[in-house]
Structures are given as structure tokens and as C-alpha cells.
């Protein structure tokens, strides 16, 4: 008959040691298997530290991890750790492969919980294989910092940087990696202040930041200094997608505004402007059926927000040009169209976009070598993760979810077959 110690054998050998009994206890609610591990008797106990083979030096109490469960039945292993004496770390504790520091998860168990908690929520993974929400963050979070020590930054060409808005908290900053082939999160740190940008580029280190030839951003005054202090070797480009969330938030506040003066006056058109948010923010084409006829009907009306959004369509065209002179003559009617506009959220974003108007026209300038959709594909992403987060109320949690999500991270090698 097939034994547990068989199963045990192939889904995590360890080396140097034996397991030497399995036992099976119900008590009706829980079921669990207790397994006793011990020392191979002819193999010499090596240093956690250097993995030498040392002489044995005592031996300290029993302690317990919990181990994957089989058929929903919780294990877990018991061993009493010996410490060595090492000639070059002195007295510490022996290396055990399915152990890491004092964590009371073996490490096939962290792995396995990781692999699952990307799969699912962390709160699925932790009903799904009986532990606390607890044990599969901190189980993530081994993966994640195991990940971040031994990730390569070779080859970092072009950078996003980005802010995110989250709870209470305020303000993130993201700075990603956008090159064709690889696109991931680098970092990420709370709040958007000219000390967080600063703190992130020091994490990634000079040798990453010195091989960078593109940056893309935000119009973001503090970030604009970073990048115009430390990245000013690459060209700098503000990014489509966020010129484009500027002129989509001036549209909405020119009918926010106009829909409460007609409001206040009693005027019946108001009616016009009412739930027509989402569709003067999308593309016109990809406005359909009612909605679309609504939308044809506000933007041939004499309503400010018609005008608004007519500017804002008119601005697309922009993103069309392949030479700079022209995309500039381009930019500088707009502009003066804008600010003849009578209409104060335009001219906001006009002024600003002509403030700019060089970073802006390195789009051109950058001839391809950026694609328009890496940040925002990115910015989806993360607000696709921090909305499915269950219980990331600490910057912490949050951090490391994003991280295991987005940080195309490599994985500790497997000691075991769970996974
Ligand atoms: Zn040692």
C-alpha cells in the first residue's frame, strides 16, 4: 500500500533529513496530519548562513510550519532545529531547505499560496486553502521581496512615470517600465511630492537611470523638476493619455457648470446635458444608439459644452502629424482658438499645453519609439488590482499586491512539486 511518506518524498525531498512519522488526527472539525521530521543520521547539519557542513553545537525546542494541505487536510511539520558552530558565523541555527528565517509557513507553502493569491483574491485563496488573509499576504510578500532582490534591470530604455489617486491616503506615484517587450511596475511610492520621484529613481539606482533615453510623464510641476534635475540626458515626452484626461476634465466641468446655471434659470436644456457625462468623454465612435443620437444633438446645440467638446474632438487630429513644425503650427491654432473660447476650463488647459508646448511636441520627436497606450494600459492595470483588493487598507498590502501583479518579478526556485 502507498505510504504518506512516499507522497511526502515526491512532492518535497529535503535533502539531509528523513521524515519519520505521519500522524492523522480528526477531531471532527479540523482534520490534520502531524508530521515529525529528524536529522539524517549521516549527515552533518550545515550553517543557515554559508550552507557549510558544520559540527552540531545543541539543539533547540521543537517548532511547527504549517505545510499545503492534502484533500483539505491541514498538515503540518515538526522539527527541533540544531544549531552548529560555525568557524565563520559562530553559533547559529542549521540550514533547513523548507524553512526561511522565523516564518511559520514552509516555504513550498508561501510559494503555493502566491501562486494562487495571483489567480485569485487573497481572500479566495484564503478560504479556498484554510488560512487567515494574513498568511497569504505575508506569504505574497516573501515572493514579492524575493523578487525584488534578484530582479535585473538591464536594459531599462523608457520609463512612464504616473500618480494614482488612492483612498484616504492621497496621492501615488508608479514609475513603470514601458519598453515594446517589457512593460512593468519598477516602484512605487505614497504621495507625488518631489522628495517620492527622488526616493524611487535612487531605488532603481544610476546605473538604471543613466541608460534611460526616453521619459514619459504627466504635466506635473514637482515631477517635471525631477526629471528636468536627473533624467535630462533622455528625451522627455508628456504623454498622450494624460493631455487627453486633461481635455476630457475641462469638458466635464464646462457642463457641470453650464448644466447648474441652466438649472438655476429654469431653462429646459438644461435636460440635454444630463447623464451625457460618459459620452462627451469617450470617442465619438464609440458612442452607440440613443447615446449617440443625444450626443449629435448636444453638439449641434449653441450650449457651451457643444463648444468644449468641439475643441476637445478637434484636438485629436493633433496626435496625427509626423512632423514637429507641423503638429506645432497645429498646436498654436488650437490654442488661440481655445482662448478665444470664452470658456475658462479650456483656456486652463490651453494655457498649460502651450506652457509645455516643447515636452510636448518630443512626442514627435521620440518618432514611434514610445507607444501611446503603455501608461495608461499600465494605469488600468493597477486600478483593475487596487479595486479587487480586499483588505489593502495599508500602503504595505497594497504595495506588494501591486507589485506581484505588475512586477513581472522572478519566482524563488521550487524546492517542491505543489506548484
Ligand atoms: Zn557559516
Not at 512519522?21 to 477531531?27: I, K, Y
Not at 498646436?331 to 478665444?340: G, P
Request: proline fraction near 4%; glycine fraction near 6%.
Amino acid at each position: 500500500m502507498l505510504t504518506f511518506k512516499t507522497l511526502l518524498n515526491h512532492a518535497q525531498p529535503i535533502p539531509g533529513f528523513v521524515y519519520e512519522q505521519a500522524e492523522f488526527l480528526n477531531d471532527g472539525k479540523d482534520a490534520r496530519i502531524d508530521v515529525v521530521i529528524r536529522a539524517h543520521a549521516q549527515i552533518r547539519p550545515k550553517c543557515s548562513e554559508c550552507q557549510r557542513a558544520c559540527p552540531g553545537y545543541d539543539r533547540l525546542p521543537a517548532r511547527c510550519w504549517s505545510q499545503v494541505s492534502t484533500w483539505k487536510i491541514l498538515c503540518f511539520y515538526h522539527y527541533a532545529p540544531r544549531r552548529v558552530d560555525c568557524p565563520e558565523h559562530g553559533i547559529v541555527v542549521e540550514q533547513m531547505p523548507w524553512n526561511d528565517g522565523k516564518r511559520r509557513m514552509t516555504i513550498g507553502m508561501m510559494a503555493f499560496l502566491a501562486m494562487w493569491a495571483r489567480r485569485m483574491s487573497w481572500l479566495e485563496t484564503a478560504r479556498a486553502f484554510k488560512v487567515s488573509w494574513e498568511s497569504v499576504f505575508r506569504s505574497v510578500e516573501w515572493t514579492v521581496r524575493w523578487g525584488l532582490k534578484h530582479r535585473v534591470l538591464e536594459g531599462v530604455k523608457a520609463l512612464g512615470i504616473d500618480d494614482l489617486h488612492w483612498g484616504r491616503a492621497g496621492f501615488l506615484t508608479l514609475i513603470y517600465q514601458i519598453d515594446d517587450g517589457s512593460r512593468r511596475l519598477l516602484w512605487i511610492g505614497q504621495k507625488r511630492t518631489q522628495a517620492t520621484l527622488m526616493t524611487g529613481l535612487d531605488t532603481l539606482g544610476p546605473a538604471v537611470i543613466s541608460g534611460v533615453e526616453y521619459v514619459c510623464s504627466d504635466m506635473w510641476r514637482p515631477y517635471l523638476n525631477v526629471i528636468g534635475k536627473r533624467i535630462a540626458h533622455a528625451l522627455h515626452v508628456l504623454d498622450r493619455f494624460h493631455i487627453a484626461s486633461h481635455l476630457n476634465g475641462a469638458v466635464d466641468e464646462v457642463r457641470r457648470g453650464e448644466m447648474s446655471r441652466l438649472n438655476a434659470a429654469g431653462k429646459t436644456t438644461a435636460s440635454m446635458l444630463k447623464k451625457m457625462r460618459w459620452p462627451l468623454l469617450k470617442n465619438r465612435c464609440r458612442v452607440l444608439g440613443r447615446a449617440r443620437k443625444r450626443l449629435n444633438t448636444l453638439i449641434f446645440s449653441k450650449l457651451a459644452t457643444a463648444r468644449a467638446w468641439i475643441l476637445k474632438d478637434t484636438f485629436q487630429h493633433f496626435w496625427t502629424y509626423h512632423s514637429v513644425g507641423h503638429a506645432s503650427r497645429f498646436l498654436d491654432a488650437w490654442c488661440q482658438r481655445a482662448m478665444r473660447s470664452r470658456l475658462p476650463p479650456m483656456k486652463k488647459v490651453a494655457r498649460m499645453l502651450r506652457r509645455h508646448q516643447p515636452l510636448i511636441l518630443n512626442w514627435f520627436r521620440a518618432k514611434g519609439a514610445l507607444s501611446s497606450g503603455a501608461v495608461e494600459g499600465l494605469n488600468n492595470k493597477i486600478r483593475v488590482t487596487t479595486r479587487r483588493a480586499y483588505g489593502f487598507r495599508t500602503f504595505n498590502a497594497l504595495e506588494v499586491a501591486l507589485y506581484h501583479s505588475l512586477g513581472k518579478l522572478p519566482e524563488p526556485p521550487r524546492t517542491h512539486r505543489f506548484c
